[in-house]
C-alpha cells in the first residue's frame, strides 16, 4: 500500500518552480554566511590571544620593570 502511494506520487527532481530556484540562491547565501561568520569569530578570538600574549610578554621586559619602580 505505501509503495503504491509512492509510485503515484511526483518526484521532488521532476517539479521545478522559479521560487525553488530563488529559495537555493538565499540558502547557499546564507551558508556561505555562516561560513564566514564562523570564520571571522576564529580570527577575532586568534587576534585577541595574539594581543594578549603579546601585552603579557612585555610584563617581563626590563622596560616594564623598571617602569614599576618607585622613584
Do not use: H
Not at 9 to 16: A, E, G, L, N, T
Not at 33 to 49: I, K, P
Amino acid at each position: 500500500m505505501i509503495s503504491a502511494f509512492k509510485q503515484n506520487s511526483p518526484s521532488r527532481s521532476k517539479v521545478v518552480c522559479p521560487s525553488t530556484r530563488g529559495a537555493s540562491l538565499i540558502r547557499s547565501f546564507y551558508i556561505v554566511a555562516v561560513r564566514l561568520d564562523r570564520f571571522g569569530f576564529a580570527m577575532l578570538r586568534l587576534g585577541l590571544v595574539v594581543v594578549l600574549c603579546w601585552i603579557g610578554g612585555l610584563k617581563a621586559t626590563n622596560f616594564e620593570a623598571e617602569g614599576i619602580v618607585p622613584y
